[in-house]
């Protein structure tokens, strides 16, 4: 079978899903139960599974972990402000809430960050202090978008490279975990509408192993992803006020 996509295909795929997940997002505060926006919303659901496998394949082709590392660290912090700011929430996390109260590019980092600890000898530092370090380090991942599973996720599919299948029963198996939990204690639609991170299986089935021409892309996300955040924010502001359109 001839594999179709490349590295960059996926990348546009992602955006283009956020994006739409996002437009329902301001049009449809609160994640109601409706057609139109729960579609859209599914649409989304193809994003978070792509960026969680291209950070794996980043943190394994990075010629400098510690300059990823960095890269993801600053855009961590500019897009909590960009995210906060699009859907209503206070900048400093907890006081709106317990979920989503930074972007999903915090639990991104976090996932590159354990991964290099798990891989890393670290002079003076035990196994048991290492773990320890590592399990406070995906806890602080809870509150952001997609929560502590992002970086169990992202875990998973690094360990399980070059198995398809293998790593996305693990990823959805960590869906699943996330899905009950929103289910339950979140936004009964948002909590079934996650589990549709499985539909990315087809397109990532296509995918070539190749990164593709434009390598402008790799550099695009980043600036996209808080960008139109901010445009996402203005808009809310314009058709709202200022009031979060999250559940």
Known sequence: MVKRLNANHLKIIAIIAMTIDHIADLLYPSFPAKPLPIAMHIIGRLTAPIMWFFIAEGYHHTRDVKKYLLRLGIFAIISHFAYCFAFGLDFVPFRSGVFNQTSVMYPLFVAVLVLWL????????????????????????????????????????????????????????????????????VNKTYGIVSLFAFLVYPFMKQYNGERGKASWLKWFFYIYYPAHLVIIGVLRIMMYGNVSILF
Do not use: H
């Open 118 to 185: 798990q891989d890393t000898e670290i002079k003076g530092m035990s196994n048991v202090i290492k773990n320890i370090l590592i399990f406070i380090l995906i806890w602080t991942a809870f509150p952001a978008d997609w929560s502590c599973i992002a970086v169990l996720a992202i875990i998973g599919i690094y360990r399980n490279r070059g198995n398809l299948s293998k790593q996305t029963l693990i990823m959805m198996l960590w869906v699943l975990l996330y899905a009950a939990i929103s289910f339950f204690f």
